[in-house]
């Protein structure tokens, strides 16, 4: 499963199912979370805000049972401006 997220990571542009294909792989193999989380800071990389709906899959995969405590690193690498919008519509 790590070998087809990370090929789904490469595509350009990113395949717009495929935070939803991410946060699925993290529901039945929680184990997946550093190498999710690698994929998640690579996707940092690419700004990957520019596209709303994988924005938001981002974040609601950041904040999955499944993904927490791992991904609180990769929320503090966002630029200040996408932190923010991410604390926004997550409080908690």
């Known amino acids: 499963m790590a070998s087809c997220l990370?090929?789904?990571?490469?595509?350009?542009p990113l395949p717009l199912l495929s935070m939803r294909t991410t946060i699925e792989a993290l529901v039945y193999?929680?184990?997946?979370?550093?190498f999710v989380m690698e994929m998640l800071r690579?996707?940092?990389?690419?700004?990957?805000?520019a596209s709303a709906p994988l924005w938001t899959g981002f974040i609601k995969c950041c904040v999955r049972p499944e993904a927490?405590?791992?991904?609180l690193?990769?929320?503090?690498?966002?630029?200040r401006a996408q932190l923010v919008d991410v604390l926004g519509q997550q409080p908690s």
């Open 6 to 12: 990370k090929l789904l990571a490469q595509h350009d």
């Open 29 to 34: 193999w929680p184990d997946l979370a550093p």
């Open 42 to 49: 690579h996707l940092i990389g690419r700004g990957i805000w």
């Open 68 to 71: 927490l405590p791992h991904s």
């Open 73 to 79: 690193p990769v929320l503090l690498e966002l630029p």
